[in-house]
């Protein structure tokens, strides 16, 4: 019987994220209010140039094709744990958020402002998820193309989210303000 790499044990949390999404997805509220096309085209392009430097095995990186650490098995190992628990936290986030969740930034038909689950600590807990599982995935592949992966995502995320915001404080003023102040950006606050 052929046994898992740890490279592939580490795509699985990855392909679990993305089931879920799929599945998740075919249920939402109706949109209210929906960002401009044009609006998503310098986040998005972070995002997949990030996420391409990530997963790509095949691209032509010169010198991002070096290794910023040796082959340790507790290292990856530790990359893999990492990846699962960023998974989990955006899978929890996604099933909390239920049909408020859009793939882009909007406002739904009876949105409601979420506080509970990972919300009530952080308010954007999926792409906190999505950066842990990153940084796990980084240390699996252990190549400089997954470190300079990091801060694309990193980038997109909190490009997307402060629109996202803009969003919520027109839909729930001084709610939203409240919220902001109790709670983490992308970390929980202490």
Known sequence: MHQLTLWQANLCAWYAFLIVWGVAALKHKADKTVE??????????YLVCGFLLLFS???????????????LTWLELAGVALTYVGAAIAIWARFILADNWSGRITVKVGHQLIRTGPYAYVRHPIYTGILLSGIG??????????????????????????????????????????????????????
Not at 36 to 45: A, D, E, K, M, S
Not at 57 to 71: D, I, K, N, W
């Open 36 to 45: 401009p096309v044009g609006n998503r085209l310098l986040y998005g392009t």
């Open 57 to 71: 095995r095949s691209l032509p990186l010169g010198p991002l094709r070096q290794r910023f650490a040796p082959h």
């Open 137 to 190: 995935t980084a240390l699996v592949v252990g190549q400089w193309r997954a470190v300079a992966a990091i801060p694309l995502i990193a980038i997109a995320f909190t490009m997307k989210a402060k629109r996202e915001e803009a969003y919520m404080t027109a839909e729930f003023g001084e709610g939203y303000a409240q919220y902001r102040q109790s709670t983490g950006f992308l970390l929980p606050r202490l």
